[in-house]
């Protein structure tokens, strides 16, 4: 077993503590939006973006750029 890979007994996942995203690595979700608890996820052909809650059921609702914009200063 490799040192830097732990795995519980349960076989689950470790706990993060910081409850991090782990897809703000990813380019086509927006940082801005995700930190409010937003989806992110942007469309990379059209520049859309998904402004729903953050791991909403169904598929994503884009938006227009600057619907996002608005929503990212909260106006």
């Known amino acids: 077993m490799n ?6 007994t349960t ?3 470790p706990h993060r503590a910081d409850n991090a995203r782990r897809d703000l690595s990813n380019a086509n979700v927006r940082e801005d939006l995700a930190e409010k608890g937003r989806c992110g996820l942007v469309h990379l052909p059209t520049g859309r973006t998904c402004l729903l809650p953050l791991r909403h059921h169904g ?3 884009f938006h227009r750029p600057q ?3 608005d929503v990212a200063k909260g106006s």
């Not at 040192?3 to 519980?8: C, F, M, P």
């Open 3 to 8: 040192a830097g890979s732990s795995t519980s």
């Open 59 to 61: 598929p994503c609702e």
């Open 67 to 69: 619907e996002a914009e």
């Open 11 to 13: 076989g689950q996942a």
